[in-house]
């Protein structure tokens, strides 16, 4: 399994005490999501807020404090956003936006930016579309997930999305997916193939699947 790079260092210890990773996750994020829009229903940008357990949390003081006082400082934590931006490239930057079956490109953050509040690190950045979105057009998916299911992002509820700046037409779905559930449903999926039937490619992505998400529509006004 895949590990993004800055996981490396700040989770030497955990990582050598769980041995090989199994398919559940050892980095857990607090997640927001702003959707940020024009009044007349086009996608302007998303910016993602993580804020991290304390156990991956102090593993990253180890790491970065330079000056042994026990704490991030500014610089520290910069320093450790400036790694997480340029190691987690690879992995789009956990964050997915998708209308219908297509994926939408995004450009990457040009910087993240940290804080480490209450023993906890927290990051933030802004990515925008690479291509107009017109939101009037069709729902469009945002979500945010590890494909190697190593880091757990949570959305506690359908108010971790947060819609700005786009006319009140604009309506959210938002779905959390039981785990249990879903993954039954998707087994009962496959055992009912016929001989020669392909399971689908997206029926074994499990992160996909157990990613809460939120579909973002604006009616015509």
Not at 182 to 206: C, H, R, T, Y
Request: charged share 25%; aromatic share 10%; proline share 5%.
């Amino acid at each position: 399994m895949r590990r993004p790079t800055f996981l490396a260092g700040a989770l030497v210890a955990s990582i050598a005490a769980c041995g090989s990773a199994e398919a559940h996750p050892h980095v857990f994020a607090d997640s927001r999501m702003e959707i940020v829009g024009t009044a007349d229903g086009m996608l302007s940008s998303l910016r993602n807020i993580w804020r991290f357990d304390e156990l991956f949390s102090s593993s990253v003081v180890v790491d970065f404090d330079k000056n042994g006082n026990g704490t991030l400082d500014d610089d520290e934590v910069q320093a450790v956003a400036e790694t997480v931006r340029q190691s987690i490239a690879e992995w789009d930057f956990y964050t997915f936006v998708s209308v219908g079956n297509r994926d939408i490109k995004l450009t990457p953050p040009t910087d993240i930016r940290g804080l480490f509040q209450n023993g906890q690190l927290i990051l933030f950045f802004e990515m925008k579309p690479a291509e107009a979105i017109d939101l009037k057009a069709a729902p469009v998916t945002f979500s945010a997930y590890d494909e190697s299911y190593f880091v757990a992002f949570d959305f506690a509820d359908e108010n971790a999305f947060q819609l700005l700046d786009l006319p009140k037409t604009c309506t959210k779905a938002y779905t959390r997916p039981d785990p249990d559930e879903d993954a039954s449903e998707w087994m009962n999926s496959v055992s009912m193939l016929k001989p020669g039937q392909s399971i689908p490619e997206d029926g074994v992505n499990f992160s996909q699947l157990l990613a809460t998400r939120v579909d973002v529509s604006c009616k015509a006004g």
